[in-house]
């Protein structure tokens, strides 16, 4: 009895959760001119307007611009440190895992403002777009870092010194023997740095420059003074683009994400 | 070959992430430090010289006082929530085994997969004077008027929750799957009943995922800045959105950094204290 009373609680509990994603969607198929739930008949009309909406296309091409370019920054260095903290940071390992989280630990909306205030005093300021991929970079490395230290605990470097020992130069080492080893933490730690640039709100909102804005932060200037369902369909094409990435790594690539 | 091998010192390995770090973390946050000590600025973000000034404006006004006490009681609220909602789920993962166990862990996750403004956007088609929820209750005839769901800290909490309760049920879950369950069955067999058993042998040694989902939720909570802006609108303002406006609405640089290092020191001394007092209660049981 008490058993069925928890599976019930828990059903309950997860429909809460996925209550507002579904509303979203099924708003976007709304064929009135206002946004209600449910939607006065279905139509795909709002999907045919955002199709036509420069805005919103260009904020799509930035942010899968900024995901990428963000993600392959930070995969690299954070392997890097990953390897460096498995096998070579000896009595420094706690102090290095903490300062690799740090831009998780530290709240989101500080590290974004000092950001701002930073790039302006040394002169580099938010004209380009580098300002917001550095941001991007900070937030999305300690995924990577996590996923690929989780992956390096189970490599053994025996297998390394048995590659030397053959004569491979440290790169072929690498790029040979640890990479494919790894490869499921790196993977999973790109999967996460890219959906986390994709998805990021305050960081792209402090650091954005004029004229060049990411998905969300359209969506919300455009939801601050407009409540068309036009809204709802873009919101959906962007989780329809975030499940794709993550069916597709896992179909392709296999997946293995270590979150925390 | 080899004397490439050795030029290629292990620290270069770990040199660009503490480039990064120290360059455009750590340098940024001494530099917000400064600036919040800063002169206010007339026209210009900030003005020559050095004052207290800014610590004491946000003292002295009951505005601001008001507002804090407010930020600090949604984070609370949210959090309690969060954990009272959280538990059985994260009971249910770790200890019941459950053909489903993929999915339900799937469905947990899901949420993290879509971004904040659009969960935030989701609420506000359900909250909204013309929402889902008030249009429902109207059309069965419970109310007449739309229920001010939205535009308060009623609807803030209710979001936040939402959106910050895959972080209270992972470390709950996680601290749940290492409790041995034999410790919970010698305790019934010596006569422990249901409840007891949960509340000296369960509860203890599932603090520490207690703890650290509690502190999660506080602190994204207390920082968060879409959800409360989204649904609090230009009513309900958080800390948070009052520091998003005072540097880019009105470019007070000194005071909005002063604002926000306030901000996250009262966050960070309510989780020290947090986790004081159950250390101290835990300890005595």
């Known amino acids: 009895m008490s058993r069925h009373l928890l599976t019930g609680y828990c059903l309950m509990i997860y429909a809460f959760l996925l209550l507002p994603i579904l509303v979203v969607v099924g708003a976007s198929f709304n064929a009135g001119a206002f946004l209600t739930f449910p939607p006065q008949g279905l139509s795909f009309r709002w999907y045919v307007v955002f199709f036509h909406n420069e805005v919103f296309l260009s904020a799509i091409k930035t942010s899968l611009w900024v995901a990428a370019v963000s993600t392959v920054i930070s995969s690299i260095i954070g392997t890097m440190a990953a390897i460096f903290y498995v096998q070579h940071a000896g009595r420094w390992k706690e102090s290095i895992r903490l300062a690799m989280l740090l831009p998780l630990l530290l709240p989101e909306v500080l590290t974004a403002i000092s950001l701002l205030f930073f790039v302006y005093s040394i002169g580099m300021g938010t004209r380009t777009i580098a300002a917001m991929i550095i941001g991007h970079c900070l937030i999305t490395l300690p995924f990577v870092f996590i996923n690929v230290s989780a992956a390096m605990e189970s490599y053994d470097p025996s297998w390394s010194l048995a590659a030397k020992s053959l004569g491979a130069g440290p790169l072929t080492r690498f790029r040979r023997i640890m990479l494919p080893l790894i490869k499921p933490g790196v993977i999973g730690g790109c999967l996460f740095a890219f959906i986390i640039s994709f998805d990021t709100f305050t960081i792209s909102f402090m650091l954005k420059n004029v004229g060049t804005a990411t998905l969300p932060i359209q969506l919300y200037d455009y939801l601050r003074t407009n409540f068309t369902p036009e809204a709802a369909a873009v919101s959906t094409v962007s989780i329809v683009l975030t499940l794709f990435v993550v069916v597709l790594s896992e179909k392709v690539l296999g997946l293995r994400i270590h979150r925390f | ?285």
């Open chain 2, 1 to 285: 070959m080899s004397l490439r091998a050795k030029s290629l010192k292990p620290f270069a390995l770990i040199a660009p992430a503490v480039l990064l770090l120290g360059v455009f973390l750590v340098l940024p946050y001494i530099n917000i430090v400064i600036m919040s000590l800063r002169n206010p600025g007339n026209g210009t973000p900030y003005a020559p010289g050095f004052t207290l000034g800014n610590y004491l404006r946000l003292f002295a006004d009951s505005f601001y006082l008001e507002q804090t006490a407010n930020t600090l009681m949604i984070g609370f609220i949210t959090t309690f929530v969060c954990l009272v909602l959280g538990f059985p789920v994260a009971w249910q993962l770790a200890k019941t085994q459950m053909r489903f166990r993929g999915l339900a862990y799937g469905l947990v996750l899901s949420p993290l997969l879509v971004g904040i403004v659009i969960r935030s956007y989701g609420w506000t088609i359900l909250l909204g004077n013309n929402g889902m929820i008030n249009r429902t209750l109207i059309s069965f005839g419970l109310i007449d008027r739309p229920l001010g769901l939205m535009y308060n800290s009623f609807g803030i909490v209710i979001a936040l929750v939402h959106v910050f309760l895959p972080f209270m049920i992972l470390p709950l879950m996680s601290a749940l799957q290492g409790i041995d369950p034999s410790i919970e069955a010698a305790a019934r067999s010596l006569g422990a009943g249901r409840i007891t058993a949960f509340r000296r042998i369960v509860l203890p040694l599932a603090m520490p995922g207690i703890q650290a989902g509690c502190i999660l939720v506080f602190v994204l909570s207390l920082s968060a800045y879409v959800t409360p802006s989204l649904i609090g609108g230009l009513r309900v303002k958080t800390m948070a959105v009052s520091v998003v406006d005072a540097l880019i609405d009105t470019f007070q640089w000194p005071f909005g950094s002063a604002m926000a290092l306030m901000l996250s020191l009262t966050g960070a001394m309510m989780v020290m204290l947090f986790a004081r007092l159950t250390r101290m209660k835990w300890k005595a049981n």
